[in-house]
């Protein structure tokens, strides 16, 4: 890994981080991987941990230097595992854990596929991997202005419905029983994009969120505003919560999506495609699924929640993990490899670092957050990208404008932090 020395921007913390770590760390080092350089992404990305001390090789290990976990919010409903410095582990230089980005196209090559249309984004590393050392607190630096111009997508609404149409097609002949389809958005951008992301970042019911740069100032940054989980690893357990069904937050919107027999069933084929996707690594007989259907709300929108759980079976690598789970099933579709062709062949763009994998591998905890909900800065452009899961019984212009909402309140969010500077 490259070596490095740049402090954390305090209020800009790497996705995952433990919260008493956030504005402390810095970059100790980094390494960086694009589609069409050699080499496995899975095993290069656990190399490039291992390097570090960091679990990789064994994440079945179930010995001291677990975790600590905060009880009181480990078993609310939707909170997200919130990780405590152990005690004379977090003074100045000692390793915090590493922050990850796996793209869409990096998760089609673990899976075995072809990656997918291009990037609109490609500055943007489809693997990143940044070693972070606990530091002295700093003073945030001074931002400068940012601009945001029009939106434009790179689907007709016209295009957009015809893709819906082509998956019903295939749906019918039986080639696929779900696909997620995802719409792409861009503007021209000026400025410092960081507060921008670490404002959008702090959405509500984003669980997975954080921001992420390039070495150099200016060169590319991700935002995230995730309130989905692909995977999270803690004492030899593993679990992932897909996120399918979507209603306004509204109590009319719950109650649509509780009564809606579509989007139950969608949301069915998903977890049922996620216990296949554990059971690959887990023990067998200890795959489960903890919660089923629950409503949360991210931003305006209440969405149906899963949580599938497993232990993992003895010798499983972080390699291993990321070819059972990788793509995310909730933004392919079932079967995964099949969707993952559809996709390829529907989708005018990438996916870029959207759709793929986004968060933090500690020296006891793998927690990695699915990348929807998340903006791309890369050579003045900005880019969004949004969607959601086809089935049979979609209505085209619904599905256009579901995909629509996901991504107004990203909208909203750059262009009121813009308006606020």
């Not at 909730?330 to 990438?350: H, M, R």
């Not at 996916?351 to 699915?370: E, I, K, N, Q, T």
């Given at each position: 890994m490259?070596?490095?020395?740049?402090?954390?921007?305090?209020?800009?913390?790497?996705?995952?981080?433990?919260?008493?770590?956030?504005?402390?760390?810095?970059?100790?080092?980094r390494?960086?991987?694009?589609?069409?350089?050699?080499?496995?992404?899975?095993?290069?990305l656990?190399?490039?941990?291992?390097?570090?001390?960091?679990?990789?090789?064994?994440l079945?290990?179930?010995?001291?230097?677990?975790?600590?976990v905060?009880?009181g919010?480990?078993?609310?409903?939707?909170?997200?595992?919130?990780?405590?410095?152990?005690?004379g582990?977090?003074?100045?230089?000692?390793?915090?854990g590493?922050?990850?980005l796996?793209?869409?196209?990096?998760?089609?090559?673990?899976?075995?596929?072809?990656?997918?249309?291009?990037?609109?984004?490609?500055g943007v590393?489809?693997?990143?991997?940044?070693?972070h050392?606990?530091?002295?607190?700093?003073?945030?630096?001074?931002?400068?202005?940012?601009?945001?111009?029009p939106?434009?997508?790179?689907?007709?609404?016209?295009?957009?419905?015809?893709?819906?149409?082509?998956?019903?097609?295939?749906?019918?002949?039986g080639?696929?029983y779900?696909?997620n389809?995802?719409g792409?958005?861009?503007?021209?951008?000026?400025?410092?994009?960081?507060?921008?992301?670490?404002?959008?970042?702090?959405?509500?019911?984003?669980?997975?969120?954080?921001?992420?740069t390039?070495?150099?100032?200016?060169?590319?940054a991700?935002?995230?505003?995730?309130?989905?989980s692909?995977?999270?690893?803690?004492?030899?357990?593993?679990?992932?919560?897909p996120?399918?069904?979507?209603?306004?937050?509204?109590?009319?919107?719950?109650?649509e999506?509780?009564?809606?027999?579509?989007?139950?069933?969608?949301?069915?084929?998903?977890?049922?495609?996620?216990?296949?996707?554990?059971?690959?690594?887990?023990?067998?007989?200890?795959?489960?699924?903890?919660?089923?259907?629950?409503?949360?709300?991210?931003s305006?929108l209440?969405?149906?929640?899963?949580?599938v759980?497993?232990?993992?079976?003895?010798g499983?690598?972080l390699?291993d993990?990321?070819?059972?789970?990788?793509?995310?099933?909730s933004?392919?579709?079932?079967?995964?490899?099949?969707?993952?062709?559809?996709?390829?062949?529907?989708?005018p763009?990438?996916?870029?670092?959207s759709?793929?994998?986004?968060?933090?591998?500690?020296?006891?905890?793998?927690?990695?957050?699915?990348?929807?909900?998340?903006?791309?800065?890369?050579a003045?452009?900005?880019h969004?990208?949004a969607?959601?899961?086809?089935?049979?019984?979609?209505?085209p212009a619904?599905?256009?404008?579901?995909?629509?909402?996901?991504?107004?309140?990203?909208?909203t969010?750059?262009?009121?932090?813009?308006?606020r500077?």
């Amino acid at each position: 890994m490259k070596s490095s020395s740049r402090i954390a921007q305090t209020g800009v913390a790497a996705p995952g981080q433990p919260v008493g770590c956030r504005g402390r760390t810095r970059e100790r080092a980094r390494w960086e991987w694009r589609v069409g350089e050699p080499g496995d992404p899975a095993e290069l990305l656990q190399q490039a941990l291992a390097e570090h001390g960091l679990p990789a090789a064994d994440l079945s290990h179930r010995g001291p230097g677990a975790a600590v976990v905060d009880a009181g919010l480990a078993h609310a409903p939707g909170a997200a595992a919130v990780l405590t410095p152990q005690r004379g582990h977090d003074a100045p230089g000692t390793l915090c854990g590493a922050a990850v980005l796996l793209s869409a196209a990096a998760c089609n090559l673990i899976a075995g596929r072809p990656g997918g249309p291009a990037t609109p984004a490609p500055g943007v590393p489809d693997v990143a991997v940044m070693a972070h050392e606990h530091a002295d607190p700093t003073a945030p630096e001074t931002a400068g202005a940012w601009l945001v111009g029009p939106w434009r997508s790179s689907w007709t609404r016209a295009r957009h419905e015809a893709g819906v149409e082509e998956i019903r097609r295939a749906i019918s002949r039986g080639d696929v029983y779900q696909v997620n389809l995802v719409g792409h958005w861009q503007a021209p951008c000026h400025g410092d994009p960081l507060p921008v992301l670490a404002h959008l970042a702090a959405l509500p019911g984003a669980r997975h969120a954080g921001v992420l740069t390039g070495a150099e100032p200016g060169s590319w940054a991700v935002g995230c505003a995730s309130p989905e989980s692909l995977v999270t690893v803690s004492e030899g357990q593993v679990s992932t919560q897909p996120i399918k069904g979507t209603r306004p937050a509204t109590p009319v919107g719950r109650a649509e999506l509780l009564a809606s027999a579509k989007e139950r069933a969608e949301h069915i084929m998903i977890v049922d495609l996620e216990r296949n996707d554990l059971s690959r690594v887990a023990e067998t007989g200890s795959v489960r699924v903890s919660e089923l259907f629950v409503i949360r709300r991210w931003s305006d929108l209440w969405q149906a929640e899963s949580t599938v759980a497993a232990r993992l079976a003895s010798g499983v690598s972080l390699a291993d993990l990321l070819r059972a789970v990788c793509p995310g099933g909730s933004v392919t579709g079932a079967p995964k490899l099949a969707a993952i062709d559809q996709i390829a062949a529907l989708e005018p763009v990438g996916r870029g670092p959207s759709m793929g994998a986004f968060g933090f591998v500690s020296p006891r905890r793998v927690d990695l957050g699915l990348t929807i909900r998340t903006v791309a800065v890369d050579a003045g452009t900005a880019h969004v990208w949004a969607g959601g899961g086809i089935t049979w019984s979609s209505d085209p212009a619904a599905e256009v404008a579901e995909a629509s909402a996901k991504a107004r309140p990203l909208f909203t969010a750059l262009r009121g932090a813009a308006l606020r500077r």
